[in-house]
């Protein structure tokens, strides 16, 4: 039997999974809601790495796909004049590790766009989910809009901080899902400064603050700051508009150095502004009866490990595969789809805390420590050797992509 399925957010896998379900059994009812006016285009450069780019191939986009990819040349530590450091090369052939920067990167608006913009699906922009209840036969959900209808499947794709998964689950299991690293993060493009380009700069200032710009081949410069500190003026800020955040952050970045005043002088006028804290998601199983979580909601892998949007893609191939191939019968293919994802998960959700504490010093002195180890792997070009002695399986990702022969995709 076909499904009647409401998909919460369309981010990257809310698309994606509609996109999917609908090609698998085309007598799908598939509705997607999503918060705000319109696909949310904001966002800066997503990796697509190990699965993510053939997930994408097999959905027959590999034509549409490569010319978008970023053409990035490495990664540079600057000093506080702006001094290059040290200097890493991009990370190719999709290896998932060990370089900031890699040639399988894509401006998430091209991304949201690729996939939102495709077939017949239905949206539903400027709603959200504000109410839910399931019983044996199905799920009850009350729109913001008023509306209210009742589905076979409901899917939370509606990121981190998904409220779906806070309605079915509970506040507090929902809340407990949450683990933060302590980094808040906001994203935001300014205009390009003659001579930006290329490589991406990464630089450290004291007090565990870290700004990376990156442009590659693209006309506006991407702002990322990160921020270990002022836990509660963030957490603050997050409740408030804006243009409260941007005080946060730039309150948090005072005295910062390198050309940290420029960027922040250019936040008031960027209409892509975001902010959130950073951290992981971690739930199992992945499904409360006919609710299911999706990408970030079920999985957020936090942004350091790269991974958070090819996880969200091999989530929407794998439960799109597991339904068609259990026959849209949900129970079964809502455990398939939770146990065969649980490995990727596991496996890009793994973060050494050691790794987050040496990107983010607090003290000049850790600054120059961390200055100088980058300026002595370079030197012995540590990544490269990385690169080339590790068995490939280790760089790439462990884990094989099933084949769905259900799904009808498109022979490549
Ligand atoms: C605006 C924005 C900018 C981002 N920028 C970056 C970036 O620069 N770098 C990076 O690494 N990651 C960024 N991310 C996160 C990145 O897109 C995800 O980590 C990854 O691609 C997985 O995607 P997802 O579809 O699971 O979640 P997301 O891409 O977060 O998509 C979730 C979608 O659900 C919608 N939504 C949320 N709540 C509701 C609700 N209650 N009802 C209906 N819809 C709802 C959101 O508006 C969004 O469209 C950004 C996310 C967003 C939303």
Redesign the pocket.
């Known amino acids: 039997m076909p499904l009647n399925i409401l998909i919460?957010?369309?981010?990257?896998?809310?698309p994606a999974l509609a996109t999917l379900l609908q090609h698998a059994d085309p007598r799908h009812t598939i509705t997607v809601?999503?918060?705000?006016s319109s696909l949310?285009k904001?966002?800066?450069q997503?990796d697509v790495k190990a699965q993510g780019l053939p997930i994408l191939e097999k959905m027959g986009l590999r034509g549409t796909i490569r010319p978008l990819l970023v053409a990035e040349t490495g990664m540079q530590f600057v000093d506080a004049k702006g001094k290059s450091l040290a200097e890493f090369g991009v990370t190719g052939g999709g290896k998932r590790n060990y370089s900031l920067s890699t040639d399988r990167e894509i401006m998430?608006s091209d991304l949201v766009n690729m996939l939102g913009e495709r077939g017949s699906l239905k949206y539903e922009f400027g709603k959200?989910?504000i109410e839910l209840s399931q019983d044996d036969g199905g799920v009850d959900v009350k729109l913001s809009s008023g509306e209210t209808g009742r589905y076979d499947l409901v899917v939370a794709?509606?990121?981190?901080g998904?409220?779906t998964r806070r309605l079915a689950w509970g506040v507090e299991a929902s809340a407990a899902a949450f683990h933060s690293l302590g980094i808040h993060t906001a994203?935001f493009s300014i205009p390009r400064a003659e001579g930006e380009g290329g490589m991406a700069k990464w630089f450290n200032a004291s007090e565990s603050r870290a700004v990376l710009i990156r442009n590659g081949d693209r006309p506006m410069t991407q702002v990322y700051l990160f921020a270990r500190n002022n836990a509660e003026l963030f957490r603050q800020a997050y409740k408030e508009p804006l243009a409260k955040q941007k005080d946060a952050f730039r309150k948090a970045y005072s005295g910062a150095g390198w050309e940290v005043d420029r960027f922040l002088g250019a936040m008031d006028d960027c209409d892509d502004f975001?902010a959130h804290e950073a951290g992981q998601i971690k739930i199992d199983p992945l499904y409360k009866s006919r609710v299911v979580l999706v990408?970030?909601?079920g999985y957020?892998p936090a942004?350091f490990t790269g991974m958070?949007?090819t996880l969200?893609l091999i989530g929407s191939y794998v439960l799109a595969g597991e339904l068609a191939k259990h026959k849209n019968d949900i129970g079964p293919a809502l455990q398939a789809y939770s146990e065969v994802v649980r490995s990727p998960v596991d496996e890009y959700q793994r973060l050494p805390p050691a790794t987050i504490n040496a990107m983010f010093p607090s003290s000049k002195f850790g600054v120059w420590l961390l200055q100088n180890a980058a300026w002595a792997l370079a030197g012995l070009k540590v990544d490269q050797l990385v690169h080339r002695f590790l068995p490939a399986e280790n760089v790439n990702g462990r884990w094989p992509i099933p084949e769905y022969a259900e799904l009808n995709l498109p022979v490549p």
């Open positions: 919460v957010g369309a981010g990257v896998c809310g809601v999503e918060r705000a949310r904001a966002g800066q997503l998430r959200s989910i794709a509606d990121g981190q998904s409220r994203y975001y990408g970030d909601a957020c942004p958070g949007t969200s």
